[in-house]
């Protein structure tokens, strides 16, 4: 099969709220090249917002289409990559980034405590799997991801009290 076209500088991992949208973008700015969002992508092939994929097709279907987006990106992103929450989860996924992690890709876990993730996770309702009570179910899932995520991730950054160019400038010295 031909090489990949290009990959990505870095992948940032972690929970709704860890900063992992703004930090690419820091990220990218530093390094000189574009920052991507594979729930921006989800969004664009589905042709409609994250909660109403959730709601018109399930999460199945949008952890379908965010492996496909993870993959793609992957071999044709060459800036700086910021994953759904979620998109770990996936054993394809974990298996796309092992690869690219085994081929000397960093994939970066932004570590964050509910304190920190609360007031930038909030209400919104892009993130239908905090509904309710977003405190309690963001506590829940990241008990539950929190070893994925430092299985998977090859950097961990503490991001708590520090802000999204003091984090991007971290992970850019580790580059
Ligand atoms: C999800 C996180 C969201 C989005 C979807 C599911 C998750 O992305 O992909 O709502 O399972 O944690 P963010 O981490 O950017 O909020």
């Not at 990241?142 to 160019?165: C, F, H, K, N, S």
């Amino acid at each position: 099969s031909p090489p990949p076209t290009s990959r990505p500088r870095a992948v940032l991992i972690g929970p709704p709220g860890s900063g992992k949208s703004t930090v690419a973008r820091a990220l990218a700015r530093l390094l000189g090249v574009a920052a991507r969002d594979t729930d921006a992508d989800v969004e664009h092939t589905a042709g409609k917002p994250i909660r109403e994929i959730f709601v018109d097709d399930g999460e199945p279907m949008f952890r379908d289409l965010e492996r496909a987006a993870v993959a793609t990106a992957l071999i044709s992103h060459g800036g700086v990559l910021a994953l759904g929450g979620g998109a770990v989860l996936d054993p394809g996924t974990q298996a796309a980034l092992a690869a690219y992690a085994e081929a000397g890709g960093v994939v970066v876990f932004l570590d964050v405590t509910l304190a920190h993730a609360a007031p930038r996770v909030g209400f919104n309702q892009a993130r239908p799997l905090l509904l309710g009570n977003p405190r309690a179910q963001w506590q829940h899932l990241m008990e539950a991801r929190r070893p994925i995520y430092r299985q998977v991730a090859t950097l961990v950054v503490d991001t708590d009290g520090r802000t999204p160019a003091e984090v991007a400038q971290e992970i850019a010295a580790a580059l």
